[in-house]
């Protein structure tokens, strides 16, 4: 360790007194504040796959919302002259060429079927006929509403439920996880398939017997969490000062426990989305002729061997909104839980 | 801990006792005719059924004859299904549907321990991003998707196995990787966001202080650390077999229960359905069970203090 | 005496978001056989940066950019991996902060505690087991025999801070680094671990290297102290000159804020404004914009070190021959008063090197 530093030029001047600086103004925080929303944006931005993810859904969810009012073609209307086609765009572009392979021979099957020039089925027919690429556009905006409201049904019960369960705590709140613990105990397939053999199947029964059991795990994720906030401070505070546990649970506890049911929520809506698919592939989802794409992926299988792409785009389909939710869920969870997974 | 099994058992058997009533009168409220040729039969004809059958008698009459019934195993008779006792339609398929779910099971939890765990210790690297790919293609692509692609690509197309039945363990390859898939990415999930903790804790580095290598203290300390909580998430994997086996057997023309499953409800032979609801309910409650126990048993916090949860 | 343990001019950069973090600015100290020294500084201030180097444990975004640690005229830095890991454990040891933490909850704490010795292979099994044994005796777990086979959770915070204890001494190493071991303790187990600490560095002739933010802590087991602040060395001494006779107007700061027998005021000194941002930090001495004492050469220029006393530097422009003379705060000088008395008096050397009671407080 060097005793003095000689090279330094130090003048009087140097040596004058001058104290510390406005300590103050240190005090103030230099980098802007960011809530706690801001920054798990910030954080979700960095996040390439869950930012991909974000926009293939909004995408995905236009096209639905656009397939409510117009589709190529009646998604349902019968041409059984046009059966099975294949895909086929404009006058045929490589892998959408209209052509079948049939013993070993590509066969223009546009041509066999006599479809008029200028006529053509993008992701071509089915058995009956019908425009595969219209039946999508439904399948999917029906598959889509059905995980919302499935979930919107999970919000509904659970939220209240957790924040009653672990707000109450004591007898109230062993009688609910007790009634959790049975229900949960009850495969929720079997109440799903019971429920739907009951009621006519359909949209409405679908959801409800789906939100029958979905909202057993939101109800115990807001559970713990109220657990954990009912005593922090903060909340102690508002309590200690008399504020009304309903003016509590809406000023403290759903902002704090927002980022929870968004995440679960982001995961909810494909499993939703997966148990229509697997409802209709057994035959009791989605009843004929409208499309989802359980029911597309259904009728699909039945012929996949021979004519594959009438599975192909619906499986692909379903696949990539299940991998974008999860990707968006999973992006969101360590945007606002940066510790799980950092 | 004794005491602890006895009150779950205790729990246990109060959650069947309500599965069984709900499903009884839910199947009471079924619409439809329980015989397959009611058409065919005259008035007469049907009440003799009706009398065999026990179906004339006061439904809560049903209702204990039903419950005693299970007792002693008996789920009743199907009568969709040339009249067979259900309990012997159902001992009868069990068999492939055990062996392809626990193939399935033992194959997808360990290779999701090894991969989440690898992709813990080498986090951020590309072995993490491909074992991320592997657990997000798994929980996101339908495993009935998964098993129409495997049976297409690997039976159909390239000849490498059997198309569909049961002809012994080269059947059971391709319906075992289909509801690995599920068990597979869940794991890997599950093991990597556990072992990622761990490796962040202060034993780990206090055990890197004491000498230890990297993969001495992976080995020695994070292996087990983080194995111990994976046990709790067999309870849903099981599910999700169940799940899985219904949509593969059918796909793959197992003769399983799954498979039978599908076929007793599009054949409304609710008798079946109402076994096959109780023996997957029995299943699910017990595998619980049995993962809690065994949780207690290998996590020592539990183990010797006798209590859930004590700190960590 | 003899060096075991060297630092010179280390510096660690910590990458993050912002920037590269300076973590460690020309940081040199140096450890003698059998002493303790211990490094005192706020949160943040870079001491267990430091000590991990020392152990080759720091994060994965540190990297080191320049110095040495010389561990027996062997810069540990230089070394391959193996090595490092040999001397982990067994020629140097840790002790943790966190006691309920750091132990494994999954294994018995017998094997926790023999580990070190099986890892280097001294011994087997029932030798290392005996010796684990042995020395969870010595660092006070009562029916040590009938205990080797219970699991941390078992044990209380204090017990388990000597089961830490236990697994760092097990090899009787040369020297023991003790990261703040007695901060998450209560208060009465918190002089237990020191008495315990100085008590064990007598039994296997051990050198101590104490992290801590307490001064109060410091009194009771340092030989020197070295005060660091904002990612270096401001001033480093034996004890009594750095409790009576400080340079440093940070080291006054942090005397100051320590509450004694004798403070009277009713308030607590409190050190001014937050430490430098060490993405960009100052020119000058970091301490310059919180120091009331500081000169204009201060927040211009880093200030070297001067020398007070062969064994006492301090890196403040105020003990350049040209800088003004300027009177401390009214309890250093009372401190620096008292100090004077004892040399002329002749206290000094045969004064108890380690005040305890006066200055033992949380």
Do not use: C
């Amino acid at each position: 360790m060097s005793e003095q530093a000689d090279k330094l030029e130090l003048t009087p001047d140097s040596f004058k007194r001058v104290g510390a600086n406005d300590t103050d103004a240190q005090e103030k925080i230099s980098a802007p504040s960011l809530t706690f929303f801001q920054d798990a944006i910030r954080r979700l931005k960095q996040n390439k796959a869950a930012i991909i993810s974000f926009w293939l859904l909004a995408i995905i969810i236009l096209i639905s919302i656009v397939s409510i009012w117009w589709t190529p073609s009646d998604p349902n209307a019968q041409h059984v002259a046009y059966a099975n086609l294949p895909p086929k765009i404009g006058n045929g572009i490589p892998g959408f060429t209209g052509q079948a392979n049939v013993g070993g021979q590509l066969v223009d099957k546009y041509a066999q079927a006599n479809v008029p020039k200028g006529t053509y089925y993008i992701l071509g027919t089915d058995y009956l006929g019908r425009d595969l690429f219209s039946r999508l556009m439904k399948g999917i905006a029906l598959s889509l509403l059905i995980g919302m409201l499935a979930t919107l049904f999970d919000l509904m019960i659970g939220v209240p439920y957790g924040i009653i369960s672990g707000w109450r705590g004591g007898h109230t709140d062993t009688i609910m996880q007790r009634i959790i613990e049975i229900i949960s105990s009850i495969p929720n397939l079997v109440v799903v398939i019971l429920m739907l053999l009951l009621f006519t199947p359909g949209l409405g029964s679908i959801v409800v017997a789906m939100g029958i059991t979905g909202w057993i795990t939101m109800a115990r994720l807001i559970r713990a969490e109220t657990l954990t906030l009912k005593t922090q401070e903060y909340v102690l505070a508002a309590r200690t000062i008399g504020e009304s546990p309903f003016k509590i649970a809406t000023k403290h506890l759903i902002p704090n426990l927002s980022s929870t049911i968004i995440i679960q929520t982001m995961f909810s809506i494909p499993t939703a989305i997966f148990f229509e698919a697997f409802l209709s592939f057994i035959g009791i989802g989605i009843p004929a002729p409208n499309a989802s794409l359980g029911t597309l992926l259904s009728d699909g299988q039945k012929t996949f061997r021979f004519l594959p792409y009438q599975m192909w785009y619906p499986a692909a389909a379903i696949s990539i909104i299940m991998i974008a939710f999860n990707l968006l869920a999973d992006g969101l969870r360590d945007a606002f839980d940066p510790k799980t997974n950092n | 801990m004794g005491k602890y099994i006895l009150k779950r058992v205790g729990y246990m058997i109060l959650t069947l006792f309500i599965i069984a009533t709900a499903t009884f009168f839910l199947m009471k409220l079924m619409p439809g005719s329980p015989y397959a040729n009611q058409a065919k039969m005259t008035t007469e004809q049907i009440n003799i059924m009706n009398h065999q059958y026990g179906l004339d008698k006061p439904t809560f009459q049903q209702y204990l004859i039903y419950l005693g019934g299970l007792l002693h195993g008996d789920l009743g008779t199907s009568f969709q299904f040339n009249n067979q006792p259900v309990s012997y339609l159902i001992a009868s398929r069990i068999g492939p549907s055990m062996q392809i779910g626990l193939q399935a099971i033992i194959l997808g939890t360990l290779l999701g321990i090894l991969l989440g765990a690898i992709a813990a210790i080498r986090k951020n690297s590309w072995v993490d991003t491909v074992a991320t790919f592997f657990a997000i293609i798994g929980r996101s692509i339908p495993n009935f998707v998964f098993a129409v692609l495997l049976q297409f690509f690997l039976a159909f197309k390239l000849h490498l196995f059997p198309i569909a039945l049961w002809e012994g363990f080269t059947s059971s390859i391709l319906p075992t990787i289909a509801l690995a898939m599920a068990p597979l990415a869940t794991t890997a999930r599950f093991m990597r966001t556990e072992m990622v903790d761990v490796l962040n804790s202060d034993y780990i580095e206090l055990a890197r202080a004491k000498g230890n290598t990297p993969w001495q203290t992976v080995a020695k300390h994070a292996l087990r650390n983080s194995l111990i909580p994976v046990v709790t998430i067999i309870g849903p994997m099981a599910v999700d077999l169940m799940v899985g086996s219904m949509v593969v057997e059918n796909i793959f023309s197992i003769p399983g229960i799954g498979d039978q499953f599908v076929k007793s409800i599009t054949t409304n032979d609710y008798s079946t359905i109402m076994g096959l609801t109780m023996l997957y309910s029995t299943m699910l409650v017990v595998v619980i069970l049995i993962v809690d126990i065994l949780y207690g048993l290998i996590d020592p916090r539990i183990r010797l203090s006798g209590s859930e949860g004590s700190q960590s | 005496m003899e060096k075991i343990l060297d630092v010179k001019n280390l510096q660690i950069n910590f990458a993050t978001f912002a920037g590269q973090v300076q973590a460690i600015r020309d940081v040199s100290f140096h450890l003698n056989k059998g002493e303790t020294l211990a490094i005192v500084g706020e949160s943040g201030s870079g001491k267990s940066v430091t000590v991990r180097s020392i152990m080759g444990l720091l994060a994965n975004n540190a990297h080191i950019v320049g110095g040495e640690i010389d561990f027996k005229d062997q810069d540990i830095l230089s070394m391959t991996d193996r090595q490092i890991e040999n001397l982990r454990g067994n020629d140097i040891s840790m002790i943790f902060q966190d006691p309920m933490t750091s132990l494994d909850p999954t294994m018995p704490i017998g094997k926790q505690v023999a580990e070190p010795l099986l890892i280097h292979g001294q011994m087997n099994k029932a030798a290392a087991m005996a010796r684990a044994e042995e020395v969870l005796e010595l660092v006070g777990i009562t029916n040590a025999k009938n205990r080797m086979k219970d699991y941390p959770h078992q044990f209380s915070g204090g017990q388990r801070q000597r089961v830490v204890i236990a697994m760092a001494i097990v090899n009787y190493p040369e020297i023991l680094i003790a990261d703040e071991p007695t901060t998450a303790l209560d208060v009465t187990i918190q002089a237990q671990i020191i008495d315990l600490m100085k008590d064990l560095q007598r039994k296997i002739d051990t050198s101590i290297i104490f992290i801590t933010h307490d001064l109060g802590v410091v009194a009771g087991i340092a030989d020197r102290v070295a005060v660091m602040y904002a990612g270096k060395i401001v001033e480093y001494g034996t004890v009594d000159e750095i409790f009576y006779d400080p340079k440093h107007p940070y080291t006054w700061g942090l005397l100051n804020s320590m509450p004694t027998l004798d403070t009277h005021s009713e308030k607590l000194y409190a050190i001014p404004g937050t430490p430098p941002n060490l993405l960009d930090p100052p020119d000058g001495d970091a301490f310059a914009p919180r120091n009331p004492y500081a000169l204009a050469i201060d927040h211009e220029a880093m200030p070297p070190f001067f020398k007070v006393t062969n064994t006492h530097y301090a890196a403040t422009w105020l003990l350049h021959p040209d800088a003004p003379s300027i009177e401390p705060p009214a309890a250093i000088q009372q401190r620096q008063q008292l100090y004077r008395d004892l040399i002329a008096s002749g206290q000094i050397g045969t004064f108890p090197q380690k005040e305890t009671d006066k200055n033992v407080s949380n």
